[in-house]
Each structure stands twice: as structure tokens, then as C-alpha cells.
């Protein structure tokens, strides 16, 4: 039982590079997430998919693009990538209403 | 604004207890939740409380008082291996948000 799977584990861009963090899971939760930590920071949520079919902002979702493939997949994309968002990501999973969330094992995306 | 409190870093002695508070601020309160984070890993969940009073799982118990706008987690029996960084997050609302605290770091020392 893989849980949530992300890719990549690590990526480097350059300032204005664009890429996709590809997030897999099999639990068949409803509701999917992309959060982003900084050292000394709380987890802050980028989007969330709450089911198949619709995607909301979260508290800092500027610069980024989301995608709910289907219930499975949820994918974030960079456009033209910024130094500010060098960042851990990590997607996350749940039913129920985020009253359990099942984390991946995050993503490290370091942006010169 | 909405805030969550919690204090950057707390030591303890292996086998003994420690608390770890939590005080909130924020404009709706659906829950409390708790996670574990070990570095260079993923938060996994630990508990969640929806009403006032004591959890028990194990050797972690979370405790929640509405009215104050607080919580803990309480560890028991500290193993080495209970070394990692622990998040509360309020869920304020029936939407999918969380609000996090930035993280108690705890030590443990032999």
C-alpha cells in the first residue's frame, strides 16, 4: 500500500523554468492537497481538490497551477518558476474532510 | 488575524514526560489536530480533537479546551525515536483549510 506517492524527490530550476509535481494516491480519499513548508514555518496550503472534478485556492496560490487528473492524480505546476518559491511540497490526502490528512514524501524544489 | 502558538523547541529526559501546548486564535474552530514530523520527512497525523477534553492513544494523549482556545499533546514514556518536530492545526470551518502552527521541536536527550 504506497499511500501518496510524489515525483519528483528533488528538482533545481532556474528562474522563469517551468515544471509539474505529480502527486498518486491510492487510498481513494475524495480530497487532495499541495502544501508548501519553509524552515521555521507551519505547513501553508498552496490548493486543494476537495473532490474530482474541483480544485480552490488556498492561502498562497499565486505563481501556481493545479490540475485533479482524476481521483487518483493531483498535480501542481510552476508557470515561470521564482526564486521565493524554493520550498519543500508536499501533497496530501484525505476523506472525511481534512480531519486526517495523509501526507507524501515531499518534493524539495530549490529555484536559483 | 488568526494564529496558532506553540513553542519552538522543548528538551526533555528519555522515559520521562512532556507537554507540548498549543493556543489558538482563530475565526472558526471545527477541531484540533496533531502531527509528528521527523526531519527531512512527511507530517504524519497523530490525533484530532473536535471536543472539549482528553484522548488517549498509546503513549500520546491530546487534550483540548474550547473555552481557552487550547490544547496539548502529552507524550509519555519519551523514546529516542519520539525526537522530530510537532504541528497543531485548527480546522476552523467545514472548507479543507488548515491553519498550522510553526512547530514545537522536540529534544530528547539520553
Known amino acids: 500500500n504506497a499511500g501518496v506517492t510524489q515525483t519528483p524527490k528533488f528538482q533545481v530550476l532556474k528562474t522563469g523554468q517551468s515544471m509539474t509535481l505529480q502527486c498518486a494516491q491510492d487510498?481513494?480519499?475524495?480530497?487532495m492537497y499541495w502544501y508548501r513548508q519553509d524552515p521555521g514555518m507551519g505547513l501553508r496550503l498552496i490548493y486543494y481538490?476537495?473532490?474530482?472534478?474541483?480544485?480552490d485556492k488556498g492561502e498562497v496560490p499565486n505563481g501556481y497551477n493545479v490540475s485533479r487528473l482524476n481521483k487518483r492524480e493531483f498535480s501542481l505546476r510552476l508557470e515561470s518558476a521564482a526564486p521565493s518559491q524554493t520550498s519543500v511540497y508536499f501533497c496530501?490526502?484525505?476523506?472525511?474532510?481534512?480531519?486526517?490528512?495523509?501526507f507524501g514524501a515531499g518534493s524539495r524544489l530549490t529555484v536559483l | 488575524g488568526q494564529s496558532l502558538e506553540q513553542p519552538s523547541e522543548v528538551t526533555a529526559v528519555e522515559g520521562a514526560i512532556v507537554q507540548i501546548n498549543c493556543t489558538y486564535q482563530?475565526?472558526?474552530?471545527?477541531?484540533l489536530s496533531w502531527y509528528q514530523q521527523h526531519d527531512g520527512g512527511a507530517p504524519t497525523f497523530l490525533s484530532y480533537?473536535?471536543l472539549d477534553g482528553l484522548e488517549e492513544t498509546g503513549r500520546f494523549s491530546s487534550f483540548l479546551s474550547r473555552s481557552d482556545s487550547y490544547g496539548y499533546l502529552l507524550l509519555q514514556e519519551l523514546q529516542m525515536k519520539d525526537s522530530a518536530s510537532y504541528f497543531c492545526?485548527?480546522?476552523?470551518?467545514?472548507?479543507?483549510?488548515?491553519?498550522w502552527g510553526a512547530g514545537t521541536k522536540l529534544i530528547i536527550k539520553p
Open positions: 492545526a485548527v480546522k476552523q470551518d467545514s472548507n479543507y483549510q488548515l491553519i
Open positions: 480533537n473536535a
Open positions: 487510498m481513494n480519499h475524495n480530497s
Open positions: 482563530t475565526s472558526g474552530f471545527y477541531g
Open positions: 481538490s476537495a473532490s474530482e472534478g474541483t480544485t
Open positions: 496530501a490526502s484525505s476523506d472525511l474532510g481534512a480531519n486526517v490528512l495523509t
